[in-house]
């Protein structure tokens, strides 16, 4: 039996949260959002708004700890709640829920498989955003000799705990911005099928972004540093995985 929760990392986002909160409620799921040390103000904003709502689970962290330690925390206690699978989405609403179903609906035929958005922009994207997914595409490719990763940034995925599970038992993962590439990767190290399902990303133009471009870029550059010199250990086992996918093919 699969059950699933959405888990909203949440930063300083309460404005944007409380406009997106209407549209999540939509999915009729329930939802663990997880406030990553916002000013008091943010939290207590966040907290009076979920206050009635019984969909909610509202987690603090005491202090700043990265989006990926804040959904980390909601993957632990969406297992201690009995979920299966979370669905992972950013508090700003610049996703689209209403892929919601087909993500769900996938999951539902492939328990194992990550399924992860694919994002689309329009006009309104930061052209550098946009260019710098490109490259990375490149990177992920070489990390993981091949091209199962058709986006390694989006936020907004099905993760079964399971994998997460699997996952985090062998290896680090960054726990900041570096966290929704490097779940991926590693992902495809340890054979984990993933799906992508095309999903519209909307920048209004009101939109906060915590994404700090000097500190996050350095960041994602110490990431790809780390994860190619892991694929050079693991390239015997990669190079053996390439092949065996190629002789199911039929080759
Ligand atoms: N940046 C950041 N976001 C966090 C943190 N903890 C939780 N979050 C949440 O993680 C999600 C993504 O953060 P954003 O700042 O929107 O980053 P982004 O979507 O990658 O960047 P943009 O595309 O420019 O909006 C949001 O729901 C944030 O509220 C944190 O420490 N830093
Ligand atoms: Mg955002």
């Not at 804040?70 to 206690?77: E, L, M, P, Q």
């Not at 054979?191 to 915590?210: G, Q, R």
């Not at 996050?216 to 050079?232: F, Q």
Request: net charge negative; charged share 25%.
């Amino acid at each position: 039996m699969m059950k699933y929760c959405f888990v909203i990392p949440h930063y300083n986002h309460d404005k944007a949260f409380a406009e997106f909160l209407p549209i999540l409620k939509t999915a009729k799921l329930p939802y663990i959002v997880v406030d990553d040390g916002s000013t008091e103000d943010s939290f207590a904003a966040l907290a009076a708004l979920l206050d009635q709502d019984n969909d909610a689970t509202v987690l603090e962290h005491a202090h700043n700890r990265g989006k990926g330690a804040a959904v980390f925390t909601g993957a632990y206690h969406a297992r201690t709640l009995g979920f299966t699978h979370i669905i992972q989405i950013d508090a700003d609403g610049q996703h689209d829920i209403n892929d919601v179903k087909a993500f769900i609906d996938y999951s539902q035929q492939h328990p194992s498989t990550i399924v992860s958005g694919k994002p689309y922009f329009e006009d309104d994207a930061p052209k550098i955003r946009v260019y710098g997914r490109r490259v990375t595409d490149i990177w992920v490719a070489l990390e993981t000799w091949s091209v199962q990763i058709k986006d390694s940034l989006c936020g907004f995925r099905v993760y079964p705990l399971q994998s997460i599970e699997n996952i985090i038992d062998k290896h680090y993962i960054g726990v900041h911005m570096d966290f929704d590439t490097d779940m991926l990767v590693k992902a495809v190290w340890e054979e984990i099928p993933l799906h992508f399902i095309p999903t519209k990303v909307i920048y209004p133009e009101d939109s906060v972004s915590h994404f700090h471009y000097l500190r996050d870029n350095v960041l994602l550059i110490k990431l790809h540093i780390r994860l190619l010199a892991g694929m050079v250990i693991r390239l015997p086992k990669l190079l053996m995985q390439r092949f065996k996918q190629w002789i199911d093919k039929g080759h």
